[in-house]
Nanobody, 122 residues
Framework: QVQVVESGGGLVQAGGSLRLSCAAS????????MGWYRQAPGKQRELVAV???????NYADSVKGRFTISRDGAKNTVYLQMNSLKPEDTAVYYC????????????????WGQGTQVTVSS
């Protein structure tokens, strides 16, 4: 079992930057991929970015070229560097760990952490 804790959210003006952190603990060796997700009010949770254990990364079209997912193995932490933020990026951001290898879409997870709020003002 893997536990994750998100941090780093806040209020930023449009065009600004934030870096989110996701600290993982527990059975780290079981992790196949880690992803960042977000849910805006009235919208479904969506995958923002994912990094697999092999280093493959993928991004939602809406954040490509602006967001970068990375990891620090020594710290068991995954980061989401968010640049050129837009008001439409406002959401609660969550991370999660795929430990089964069956997938990392939001519907593949049964539980979520508290997330971290990102608010981008215009």
């Amino acid at each position: 079992q893997v536990q994750v804790v998100e941090s780093g959210g806040g209020l930023v003006q449009a065009g600004g930057s934030l870096r989110l952190s996701c600290a993982a603990s527990g059975n780290i060796a079981s992790i196949k991929a880690m992803g960042w997700y977000r849910q805006a009010p009235g919208k479904q949770r969506e995958l923002v970015a994912v990094i697999t254990s092999g280093g493959f990364t993928n991004y939602a079209d809406s954040v490509k070229g602006r967001f970068t997912i990375s990891r620090d193995g020594a710290k068991n932490t995954v980061y989401l560097q968010m640049n050129s933020l837009k008001p439409e990026d406002t959401a609660v951001y969550y991370c999660n760990a795929d430990v089964t290898g069956w997938g990392y879409q939001p519907a593949d997870f049964d539980s979520w952490g508290q997330g971290t709020q990102v608010t981008v003002s215009s």
